[in-house]
């Protein structure tokens, strides 16, 4: 099982990225897909998610607005997206993707697999 997150990177505020994540190595059929950060000296938060068909999506408030989750679920491997846009210095954070079994919830223990995470820089 392996869920590879990428696209971080330095940005500067007002500037957008794509994040990536490839999820492959079991079943993913029926997962939800998550997006969660970390921040130095922070918790780990709730981005967003988003349910097996993408008929449901949840955003934190922090990025509702700026920030789009959608996902490709192909034979092999399902890839989640995280596009955000309108960055400001506060979204630094180690970004991580997560799969899991229920709902597109916020809570990060209901997630079964996580990646290693991609660090995005949002300097002012």
């Known amino acids: 099982v392996q869920l590879q997150a990428s696209g971080g990177g330095p940005v500067q505020a007002g500037g957008s990225l794509r994040l990536s994540c490839a999820a492959s190595?079991?079943?993913?059929?029926?997962?939800?897909m998550g997006w969660f950060r970390q921040a130095p000296g922070r918790e780990r938060e709730f981005v967003a998610a988003i349910s097996w068909t993408a008929s449901s999506t949840n955003y934190a408030d922090s990025a509702k607005g700026r920030f789009t989750i959608s996902r490709d679920n192909a034979k092999n491997t399902v890839t989640v997206y995280l596009r955000m846009n309108s960055l400001r210095p506060e979204d630094t954070a180690v970004y991580y993707c997560?799969?899991?079994?229920?709902?597109?919830?916020?809570?990060?223990?209901?997630?079964?697999?996580w990646g290693q995470g991609t660090l995005v820089t949002v300097s002012s």
């Open positions: 190595g079991r079943a993913f059929s029926g997962y939800s």
């Open positions: 997560a799969a899991g079994s229920g709902a597109p919830n916020s809570w990060y223990k209901t997630y079964d697999y």
